[in-house]
């Protein structure tokens, strides 16, 4: 992913821009032109070639000499264009200046290169928010190689993504807004984050983001208990609540230290070569659906254990049976050390 840098806009960017428009400029120019060479035309019987000429090195100031000599209308004409257009000169300059010095013009670059990465991206990530989970979700995501687009609104945060070593593709704006989503690609995306810090950001997200994409799988974080069934009945598939799983957390670590310890090693990546892996009915090679765990011989080909498995209904199972199928609508969970596991996709995947 290339970098993309964006200037920051002057406060007082919006009040300028109200006054200064490049449109304006441009259809100014073009309306003097108009009035030159009709101008030229009728007072002095130019034909149209001559006119354009006279108008236009009367609007460039250039100074070159007359197609012919100029009546005293023709010359009452010409000074009084030449004075309108001074002033239709200076704005024009002044206008293309504030575009460039306060932003517009970065920004328009900003968007154009968004457009180019997005429209060459599929099956990518959608993170809501760089704070603090973000931030982990990110560094997560860079881990394992994985295409991600960050969607921040913060001046400060998106500083900071712009500070990183890490060349991050972002979106400026807000999220409850579906032309920012659509920019960021939720179209084509294969899942969306929604790390947001505000309950009803979250909300108004995720409502935003399943109606853009149905198919979409969205993870959102919660705050509150109370938001949970919110979540879902906008659309969200999974919800994470921090400040819950982190009172479990330590809760569990008065009466079951050793367990907890060990489940926090094996999936600490940055510690440990072990991790899990699911494998999904429709991620299986034809020649492998429909049968059970003994006849894929997972443990013996690739070393890795499968310790859970989900039926059809979204039920789990620890450490299944050897003769439990695979069958449409089911996955297995599978532990493994890194090598183990690239085996199992490599053996168990359709690529």
Same mark, same amino acid.
């Given at each position: 992913?290339?970098?993309?840098?964006?200037?920051?806009? @002057?406060?007082?960017?919006?009040?300028?821009?109200?006054?200064?428009?490049?449109?304006?400029?441009?259809?100014?120019?073009?309306?003097?032109?108009?009035?030159?060479?009709?101008?030229?035309?009728?007072?002095?019987?130019?034909?149209?070639?001559?006119?354009?000429?006279?108008?236009?090195?009367?609007?460039?100031?250039?100074?070159?000499?007359?197609?012919?000599?100029?009546?005293?209308?023709?010359?009452?004409?010409?000074?009084?264009?030449?004075?309108?257009?001074?002033?239709?000169?200076?704005?024009?300059?002044?206008?293309?200046?504030?575009?460039?010095?306060?932003?517009?013009?970065?920004?328009?670059?900003?968007?154009? @290169?968004?457009?180019?990465?997005?429209?060459?991206?599929?099956?990518?990530?959608?993170?809501?928010?760089?704070?603090?989970?973000?931030?982990?979700?990110?560094?997560?995501?860079?881990?394992?190689?994985?295409?991600?687009?960050?969607?921040?609104?913060?001046?400060?945060?998106?500083?900071?993504?712009?500070?990183?070593?890490?060349?991050?593709?972002?979106?400026?704006?807000?999220?409850?807004?579906?032309?920012?989503?659509?920019?960021?690609?939720?179209?084509?995306?294969?899942?969306?984050?929604?790390?947001?810090?505000?309950?009803?950001?979250?909300?108004?997200?995720?409502?935003?983001?399943?109606?853009?994409?149905?198919?979409?799988?969205?993870?959102?974080?919660?705050?509150?208990?109370?938001?949970?069934?919110?979540?879902?009945?906008?659309?969200?598939?999974?919800?994470?609540?921090?400040?819950?799983?982190?009172?479990?957390?330590?809760?569990?670590?008065?009466?079951?230290?050793?367990?907890?310890?060990?489940?926090?090693?094996?999936?600490?990546?940055?510690?440990?070569?072990?991790?899990?892996?699911?494998?999904?009915?429709?991620?299986?090679?034809?020649?492998?659906?429909?049968?059970?765990?003994?006849?894929?011989?997972?443990?013996?080909?690739?070393?890795?254990?499968?310790?859970?498995?989900?039926?059809?209904?979204?039920?789990?199972?620890?450490?299944?049976?050897?003769?439990?199928?695979?069958?449409?609508?089911?996955?297995?969970?599978?532990?493994?050390?890194?090598?183990?596991?690239?085996?199992?996709?490599?053996?168990?995947?359709?690529?």
């Amino acid at each position: 992913m290339k970098r993309i840098w964006q200037n920051k806009f @002057f406060n007082w960017y919006t009040l300028t821009n109200s006054y200064l428009s490049l449109r304006v400029a441009a259809s100014l120019v073009l309306l003097s032109f108009v009035i030159g060479i009709v101008g030229f035309m009728n007072i002095e019987g130019y034909s149209f070639l001559e006119a354009f000429y006279m108008t236009a090195i009367t609007i460039a100031t250039v100074g070159y000499t007359e197609v012919k000599p100029l009546s005293s209308n023709g010359q009452l004409f010409t000074a009084l264009y030449i004075i309108i257009n001074l002033g239709i000169f200076a704005y024009a300059l002044s206008a293309f200046t504030s575009y460039v010095a306060h932003g517009e013009f970065f920004r328009k670059m900003h968007n154009s @290169f968004i457009e180019q990465q997005i429209s060459k991206m599929k099956d990518h990530i959608i993170l809501c928010g760089y704070g603090k989970y973000g931030k982990e979700v990110v560094a997560n995501f860079l881990h394992h190689d994985i295409d991600f687009i960050v969607i921040e609104r913060d001046e400060k945060k998106i500083a900071e993504i712009q500070e990183r070593e890490d060349k991050l593709l972002y979106v400026e704006g807000d999220t409850t807004h579906d032309d920012i989503l659509l920019l960021a690609g939720i179209e084509k995306a294969k899942a969306l984050i929604c790390a947001l810090g505000d309950d009803t950001e979250n909300v108004f997200t995720v409502l935003s983001a399943r109606q853009l994409n149905p198919k979409l799988n969205i993870i959102s974080r919660s705050l509150s208990p109370k938001t949970e069934s919110k979540l879902r009945m906008a659309g969200a598939d999974h919800i994470i609540m921090p400040e819950q799983i982190g009172g479990f957390y330590m809760a569990t670590l008065v009466s079951k230290p050793g367990a907890v310890d060990f489940f926090s090693f094996i999936t600490n990546e940055y510690e440990s070569d072990i991790g899990f892996e699911e494998i999904a009915y429709k991620d299986l090679p034809n020649k492998l659906k429909n049968k059970s765990i003994r006849e894929l011989r997972i443990r013996e080909l690739t070393g890795s254990n499968i310790i859970g498995f989900k039926n059809a209904i979204g039920k789990y199972s620890v450490n299944p049976s050897p003769d439990t199928i695979f069958s449409a609508g089911t996955s297995f969970i599978v532990l493994g050390n890194e090598k183990q596991l690239e085996a199992l996709c490599k053996n168990f995947k359709v690529s």
